[in-house]
C-alpha cells in the first residue's frame, strides 16, 4: 500500500518536472546575456551547469537512501 502512494508521488513530481523543464534550463539574466551571443558556448555552459548539479544531488540522494534503510532501526 505504502509502495503504491510513494510510486504515485513520484509519476505527479516526474510530470511536475517535465512540466516546468523550460524555467529549469534558465540562468541569471546576466549570464544568459554575455553568453547569448555565442550559441556553442552557450549550449556548453548549460552542460556544464548540469554537470555541477550532479555531486549535490547524488549526495543528497545517498543521504536520504541511508536513512531510508535505517529508518526501523532506531
Do not use: E, W
Amino acid at each position: 500500500m505504502k509502495f503504491d502512494r510513494i510510486l504515485k508521488l513520484a509519476i505527479i513530481a516526474a510530470l511536475c518536472g517535465l512540466l516546468f523543464s523550460d524555467s529549469a534550463l534558465a540562468q541569471c539574466v546576466m549570464c544568459r546575456a554575455s553568453l547569448s551571443h555565442n550559441a556553442n558556448f552557450m549550449r556548453n555552459f548549460n552542460i556544464g551547469v548540469l554537470v555541477l548539479l550532479v555531486p549535490p544531488v547524488s549526495i543528497f540522494c545517498t543521504i536520504f537512501i541511508i536513512a531510508f534503510r535505517h529508518r526501523k532501526s532506531s
